[in-house]
C-alpha cells in the first residue's frame, strides 16, 4: 500500500511518500513560495535532490506539480496515479469535534471550517491542500490527522482557564495543546526504547524547536502541555513570547497605542528568542553561537531563558504525574543542540536525573542519554509525524475496507 502523506502550509506544500510494506519513504519534498514570485519543487528521491522553478499560483497548482513528478520517467517513484491507495493530510486545529484521525468527508470539512476561527492562519491552507488534493486524488480516501487529537485527553483541570466559565462555553476558549502527533509519536517511541509497556510510565516530551512545546505524557495518554488556546503560550520559542503576564497586553496597547492586530504580531513575530537577543536571530544555532562563541549579552540572556522555561515546565510536569520515568528530546534544538538538552537537564538534577556528556554529544539520531545509574531516562527521539500520519491512514483505510467486505 502507497500513502502520499501532505502537510499543506500557507505558501508551502510539503509532502512524502511512503510504501508502507516495510514503511519505507519513497520520496520526500515541498513546493515552496505558493502565491509568491519564485515559486519551486525540491524534490528528494534517494539521496538526490531535484529542484524545479516553476509559477504556482496556488495549492491545486503545487500539487499538480508534485504528481507529476512523482510519476516522471526520470525524477519519480511510481508509474502512475493510481498506485497511490490514500491521502493522509495534517491538520493543525481539530477543536474539541477531533480526538483522533477521521476519514474525511464533506461532514468532516464543514467541521474543519467551523474550526477556522480557532486556527485563522493554519485551518485555511490545511483545508487548501484537501480540497486540492480530494480533486485530483477523487477516487482514493483522504484521511485528517490533528495535531490537537492526542490532547484531548487533558482533564478539565488542565485544559480550563480562570477566565469566566461563559467564554469557554460561548467561544471554547480553552488549552488545546499542539505539536499532538509529534508528542504521540516520541512518548510511545520512548518507551518501545525503555523496552516497557507505555501504559506504565510517566514521559515528559519536549518538542524543542522553532515552536515549542512541553507534554506530560501519562500511561500514554497527553494530561498536559504547554501551548494552550493557540500555539503562543507557553515556551520562548524562535519569535513567539510563550508565558507572560496577560495584564501586559492592555498596557501595551495603551502605552503604544497598538491595535491588537499589531500586539498579536509583536508576540507572535517578534517575540522570543528574536525579541529578546535584540532582534540578532530566531534561530538557535545563530543564539547558541552568539552567546557561547561571541559572548554576546543579550544572546546569553535569550539562551538562558529559552532553557529556563524548559526546565520549570518539566519540574512542573513531574509534579502534575506525581513523578516522572523518562524525558525526552525532539524537533530541531531538542534533537540537535547537546547544549540546550544539559542546560535544560542541569535544573533537573533533583529528581535524581543524570546526563552523561558523552552520550549527550550526539545529533539527530535515537539514543538515551543519561547515565546508567540515572533514577530518570534521558532520550533523543527524531520526531516523525509524517509516519504517524501514514499509519493511521493505512488504519482507517484499512477498517473502511474490512467494512465493504463484510457488507
Ligand atoms: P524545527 O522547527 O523543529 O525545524 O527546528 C528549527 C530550530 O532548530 C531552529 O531554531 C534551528 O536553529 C534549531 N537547530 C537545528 N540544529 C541545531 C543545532 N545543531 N544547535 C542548535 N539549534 C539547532
Keep these: 500500500m502507497k500513502i502520499l502523506v501532505i502537510n499543506a502550509g500557507s505558501s508551502s506544500?510539503?509532502?512524502q511518500l511512503f510504501d508502507m510494506k516495510n514503511e519505507n519513504v519513497l520520496c520526500s519534498g515541498i513546493v515552496e513560495r505558493i502565491g509568491l514570485n519564485g515559486s519551486r519543487l525540491v524534490h528528494k528521491v534517494q539521496g538526490k535532490k531535484y529542484t524545479i522553478e516553476s509559477a504556482v499560483k496556488d495549492h491545486k497548482i503545487a500539487l499538480k506539480l508534485v504528481l507529476d513528478i512523482l510519476t516522471d520517467k526520470e525524477k519519480g517513484v511510481i508509474k502512475s496515479m493510481n498506485e497511490i491507495n490514500a491521502v493522509g493530510h495534517r491538520v493543525v486545529h481539530g477543536g474539541e469535534t477531533f480526538s483522533g484521525s477521521v476519514l474525511i468527508d464533506e461532514k468532516v470539512m464543514k467541521?474543519?471550517?467551523?474550526?477556522i476561527e480557532l486556527a485563522p492562519l493554519h485551518n485555511p491552507p490545511n483545508i487548501m491542500g484537501i480540497r486540492a488534493a480530494k480533486e485530483l486524488l477523487p477516487?482514493?480516501?483522504?484521511?485528517?490527522?490533528?495535531d490537537t487529537a492526542f490532547h484531548q485527553t487533558l482533564s478539565k483541570k488542565a485544559y480550563l482557564y480562570a477566565i469566566p466559565l461563559r467564554y469557554y462555553t460561548k467561544y471554547k476558549i480553552r488549552r488545546y495543546g499542539f505539536h499532538g502527533t509529534s508528542h504521540f509519536y516520541v512518548s510511545h517511541r520512548t518507551a518501545e526504547i525503555l523496552n516497557k509497556p507505555v501504559e506504565e510510565m510517566k514521559i515528559i516530551t519536549c518538542h524543542i524547536g522553532n515552536g515549542s512545546s512541553v507534554a506530560a505524557v501519562k500511561y500514554g495518554k497527553s494530561v498536559d502541555t504547554s501551548m494552550g488556546f493557540t500555539p503562543l503560550e507557553g515556551l520562548v520559542m524562535g519569535t513567539r513570547s510563550g508565558d507572560l503576564d496577560p495584564a501586559i497586553v492592555t498596557f501595551l496597547q495603551e502605552k503604544e497605542n497598538l491595535s491588537y492586530k499589531e500586539i498579536n504580531s509583536i508576540l507572535n513575530k517578534e517575540s522570543g528568542a528574536f525579541g529578546l537577543s535584540n532582534g540578532l536571530s530566531s534561530d538557535m544555532r545563530d543564539i547558541e553561537n552568539a552567546a557561547l562563541e561571541d559572548h554576546n549579552d543579550a544572546a546569553k540572556i535569550a539562551l538562558d531563558i529559552y532553557d529556563y522555561r524548559i526546565a520549570?515546565?518539566?519540574?512542573?510536569?513531574?509534579?502534575?504525574?506525581?513523578?516522572?520515568?523518562?524525558?525526552?528530546?525532539?524537533?530541531?534544538?531538542?534533537?540537535?543542540?547537546?547544549?540546550?538538552r544539559a542546560d535544560v537537564c542541569s535544573y533537573l538534577e533533583f529528581l535524581g536525573l543524570k546526563v552523561d556528556p558523552n552520550k549527550n554529544n550526539i545529533r539527530g539520531k535515537e539514543a538515551i542519554i543519561s547515565t546508567d545509574d540515572s533514577k530518570v531516562k534521558v532520550l533523543v527521539v527524531p520526531t516523525n509525524e509524517e509516519l504517524v500520519i501514514a499509519r493511521d491512514t493505512q488504519k482507517i483505510t484499512q477498517n473502511i475496507k474490512n467494512e465493504e467486505e463484510v457488507s
Design 13 to 15: 506544500l510539503k509532502y
Design 111 to 115: 467541521a474543519l471550517e467551523d474550526n
Design 139 to 146: 477516487d482514493v480516501p483522504h484521511v485528517g490527522t490533528f
Design 312 to 340: 520549570k515546565y518539566v519540574g512542573a510536569y513531574a509534579a502534575a504525574m506525581n513523578g516522572v520515568d523518562a524525558i525526552t528530546f525532539t524537533a530541531g534544538v531538542g534533537e540537535n543542540s547537546a547544549y540546550a
